[in-house]
């Protein structure tokens, strides 16, 4: 099974974003880990290692709901960057709304559109099918 050399965390919600960081280890599949609080943070992070030419994360897991730039604004501004490397992006959310999954249809997420909290099991599934 391929590992994930780096994936990243954009939670603003303290218990989800502890819980999240625990399951992603307990999967054994991603070696490194970035957490960010919300949108914004996420954004200036990855734009600065792109400008940089260090590594970018092979996942995000994007909450939506939080502070400053919610999870939409961040994908909004994101698919703006030019990347080269593949980033797959997880929506993992709190949100059952069914505006949400039409929104996610839109950036091409419907299918890893992902409700919390998480099961390790579930977690470990769709890491590996990267």
């Known amino acids: 099974m391929k ?5 990243c965390i ?15 280890k307990l ?3 991603v070696d ?7 949108g914004k943070e996420a954004y200036n992070l990855l734009s600065s290692l ?5 590594p970018v994360p092979e996942v995000i ?10 999870g939409w604004q961040f994908l909004e501004e994101f698919l703006k960057i030019p990347i080269e490397q593949k980033i797959t992006i997880f929506i993992l959310t709190s949100s059952i709304n069914e ?11 419907s299918s890893n559109y992902l ?12 890491l590996s099918e990267i």
Request: charged residues 25%; glycine residues 2%; negative net charge.
């Open 32 to 38: 490194n880990l970035m957490v960010c609080k919300n």
């Open 27 to 29: 999967t054994g599949l």
């Open 10 to 24: 954009v939670e603003d919600d303290p218990v989800h974003q502890m819980l999240t960081q625990k399951y992603v």
């Open 61 to 70: 897991l994007l909450d939506l709901n939080m502070p400053v730039w919610d």
């Open 3 to 7: 590992k994930i050399n780096l994936a």
């Open 50 to 54: 792109i400008t940089t030419g260090e």
């Open 115 to 126: 409700i919390k909290p998480i099961k390790v099991d579930k977690l470990k599934t769709v």
């Open 99 to 109: 505006d949400d999954f039409i929104k996610a249809e839109m950036f091409n997420l």
